[in-house]
């Protein structure tokens, strides 16, 4: 394959056919990720700084305050999260380091999600997630998105650290639809939310 002399657009667009899904019911090996090793597995004990932003107390969390990036948007998605009976915990991703590496242009670049959710499940032993975007217009958001789906099926296939889900709300009154579709889709448990 000749990669020399192709302009960083025509590369994007070939390098997600390369990396594409494996198919597993053809007997393909499902991609798994590449952990830090310089890092420890994610958590929210440490996080610790300081902010000139907006802040909003929450339950749902011992991290006491969702930090705003916007005047409303998060706001109301925050209320909207800590307020769901599907949800057991959650983050805005706001000093966490957590960061879904994409291609774009030729260059790699980090997309730091607005939010991890905790779902509840009957079942203590195993850990559900959603990664949840709050997004108005992003000329990025289908690259965004196909780097998060990628990476949502590389640590599921992993299975290291419980199973994850992806989702993008673009009002604050879908935040509810796609925690109640999240939960849904999650096994071993009876009942809505």
């Given at each position: 394959m000749v990669l020399i002399g192709r302009t960083a657009d025509e590369l994007d667009a070939l390098l997600p056919s390369i990396f594409d899904k494996a198919d597993t019911s053809q007997g393909e090996v499902p991609e798994v990720p590449y952990y830090e090793a310089d890092r420890e597995p994610g958590s929210t004990e440490e996080v610790d700084f300081w902010t000139s932003r907006d802040v909003r107390e929450i339950v749902h969390?011992?991290?006491?305050?969702?930090?705003?990036?916007?005047?409303?948007?998060?706001?109301?998605?925050?209320?909207?999260?800590?307020?769901?009976?599907?949800?057991?915990?959650?983050?805005?991703?706001?000093?966490?380091?957590?960061?879904?590496?994409?291609?774009?242009?030729?260059?790699?670049?980090?997309?730091?999600?607005?939010?991890?959710?905790?779902?509840?499940?009957?079942?203590?032993?195993?850990?559900?997630?959603?990664?949840?975007?709050?997004?108005g217009y992003d000329p990025l958001e289908e690259v965004k998105r196909e780097a998060a789906i990628r990476w949502v099926n590389a640590v599921n296939a992993d299975g290291m650290y419980g199973h994850w889900q992806y989702a993008v709300a673009r009002k604050p009154e879908e935040v509810n639809k796609r925690l109640d579709a999240a939960f849904n889709r999650v096994p071993a448990r009876s009942g809505n939310p």
């Open positions: 969390s011992h991290l006491n305050y969702v930090v705003a990036d916007t005047k409303r948007w998060e706001q109301a998605a925050a209320y909207y999260i800590d307020k769901h009976p599907a949800t057991a915990a959650f983050a805005k991703n706001a000093g966490l380091g957590f960061a879904i590496p994409y291609l774009h242009n030729g260059q790699m670049h980090d997309y730091i999600p607005d939010f991890i959710i905790r779902l509840k499940t009957e079942d203590e032993e195993r850990q559900e997630y959603m990664i949840l975007e709050t997004k």
